[in-house]
């Protein structure tokens, strides 16, 4: 009951803020009332379990996991059933990953279990990129009795860490595939498997034995708004009779699903693929030859950073197919015959690799801007995929103003990153502003709220991946007990009920 009147004092006061955040002539809070908004929604601070899955979580921070489950074969029920294991907390994402491996290797401890991989398999590495875990396991993983099984294991047991959604898995080194052989189907990312062992033979059988019709998650690149990065969004993708590198630069052509989520084409409005081939290299290497129409230079209208993107969109996305080492690009010349003259500066008469862009693939982050309502708008910008100083790209980025028009600047115009001393002490930052701070800020406390927010929720987003969960402000390196009303004295928390829905 006292949960219920706490939540429904939270509701009024937040329709008080935001009435009052239009008039010219806002009502003061009192002390009491304000340090009770700075911490609205401590108790009911959870993200949507839907939102969750797709929210990455570097390998930098503590999971708070105190158990794993892991999954083997119960060959009387014909299906994977958990183990559980405890484990010390403190472990971080990347660790705790490596642990589920090793343990899967080793194999159950319960008996009337099986194990499903060889005991022999070595891990060579893991990664995890936005909601991806990539992982390269030896090629012993091959010689598991029944493939299938040993992968829906891997992937289950992994995925019930709740830090990422898809699983893209290497045997050293080379991209994954349903059977060993060169010619072997593309498994794509992987998903969570049903648990019944005929199910996951029949689901595999499906999807990738299917020669005729194959349906994979498939990586695809796009270039944030700048240029400057390549983010990856997953999507669905059919292959047809085999046509694996044309459905994936069709799909490139569409441009991303995501609308409004810091995606944005890479390929010219027009362009058509004519066909694509493999080719070998000079090396003896297996590439991908893709011929373009003419549209591919004409409808080019942009610089030379937009064309890195648009040609290395087209090699992460391609060279992740088996046994694809690199890209040879072709265009129309406008007279029916294929040329492999650079668009803008780019030499396109050579094998093209990811070794050609290695600092292009990126990651998204989630910051927060100002609308004239009193509300936050989030705004998707990327960082380098090699960014280890999140925190520090966030506060740099919210010295910038919007892309959106319609959204405001939260941090005064006179306030440079550099102004700003941030410490990250665990799950806490304490974020130092200028005295000068609130100079030339209008004298409105709502407003001077939704922008102190605004660093709270782009630091404490968990799709950021910080590790932030609460933010401490002072001034001129103190705390101090408030300013125009505003209690500054207790850390803040993430505010979901700020934020825009639109």
Same mark, same amino acid.
């Given at each position: ?223 944030? &708004?700048?240029?400057?990065? @390549?983010?990856? #969004?997953? *999507?669905? /993708?059919?292959?047809? $009779?085999?046509?694996? %590198?044309?459905? =994936? ?121 100002? &609308?004239?309502?009193?509300? @936050?708008?989030? #705004?998707? *910008?990327? /960082?380098?995929?090699? $960014?280890?100083?999140? %925190?520090?790209? =966030? ?108």
């Amino acid at each position: 009951m006292q949960r219920k009147i706490g939540l429904l004092i939270t509701i009024i006061l937040m329709g008080a803020l935001l009435a009052a955040c239009a008039s010219e002539q806002p009502a003061k809070q009192d002390n009491e009332k304000i340090t009770q908004f700075n911490k609205l929604g401590e108790e009911d601070d959870t993200v949507d379990s839907d939102e969750a899955s797709e929210q990455p979580i570097t390998g930098l921070h503590a999971t708070g996991l105190n158990g794993v489950t892991l999954y083997f074969l119960d060959e009387t029920v014909g299906q994977l059933s958990p183990e559980t294991r405890k484990l010390g907390s403190g472990k971080t994402i990347d660790e705790l990953a490596l642990y589920i491996l090793k343990e899967l290797a080793e194999g159950p401890e319960t008996s009337g279990l099986s194990p499903v991989f060889p005991e022999d398999v070595k891990i060579n590495r893991v990664d995890i990129a936005d909601n991806i875990l990539v992982v390269d396991l030896s090629a012993a993983f091959n010689e598991s009795e029944e493939p299938a099984l040993a992968r829906a294991a891997l992937v289950n047991s992994l995925l019930d860490i709740g830090a990422f959604k898809y699983i893209k898995l290497y045997i050293d080194g080379r991209v994954a595939t349903v059977t060993p052989e060169s010619q072997s189907a593309p498994l794509g990312l992987l998903t969570r498997y049903p648990m019944i062992f005929a199910e996951i033979k029949a689901l595999e059988e499906q999807n990738y034995n299917n020669q005729a019709m194959r349906k994979v998650n498939w990586e695809l690149f796009f270039q944030d &708004n700048s240029g400057k990065y @390549l983010l990856s #969004e997953v *999507r669905p /993708i059919t292959i047809a $009779e085999g046509k694996a %590198a044309e459905t =994936i630069v069709n799909e490139l052509i569409k441009g991303p699903v995501a609308e409004g989520e810091g995606y944005y084409p890479t390929l010219p409005k027009g362009t058509t693929l004519q066909k694509a081939e493999i080719i070998h290299g000079k090396n003896g290497n297996t590439g991908i030859a893709v011929f373009f129409s003419k549209e591919f230079r004409t409808q080019f209208s942009r610089d030379a950073v937009h064309e890195h993107s648009m040609i290395s969109s087209l090699v992460y996305s391609l060279t992740s197919l088996p046994d694809v080492n690199f890209v040879k690009i072709y265009y129309d010349n406008g007279h029916g015959r294929y040329i492999d003259d650079p668009v803008h500066s780019i030499d396109l008469n050579k094998e093209l690799t990811k070794e050609d862009y290695p600092d292009k693939p990126g990651r998204r982050i989630r910051v927060y801007f100002g &609308n004239n309502q009193c509300m @936050l708008v989030p #705004e998707y *910008r990327a /960082i380098s995929g090699r $960014e280890v100083d999140i %925190a520090y790209r =966030i506060l740099k980025d919210l010295t910038t103003d919007p892309v959106n028009p319609d959204s405001v600047r939260v941090l005064p115009p006179h306030i440079s990153v550099e102004d700003i001393h941030l410490e990250v002490k665990g799950e806490l930052a304490v974020v130092d502003l200028p005295f000068n701070y609130f100079d030339e800020m209008e004298l409105d406390n709502k407003k001077i709220i939704r922008d102190l927010y605004a660093l709270v929720n782009s630091l404490t987003d968990p799709m950021n991946g910080t590790g932030i969960k609460e933010v401490q402000f002072t001034v001129g390196g103190r705390i101090i007990e408030s300013y125009m009303d505003i209690s500054l004295k207790d850390s803040f928390v993430m505010n979901p009920a700020l934020i825009s829905e639109e």
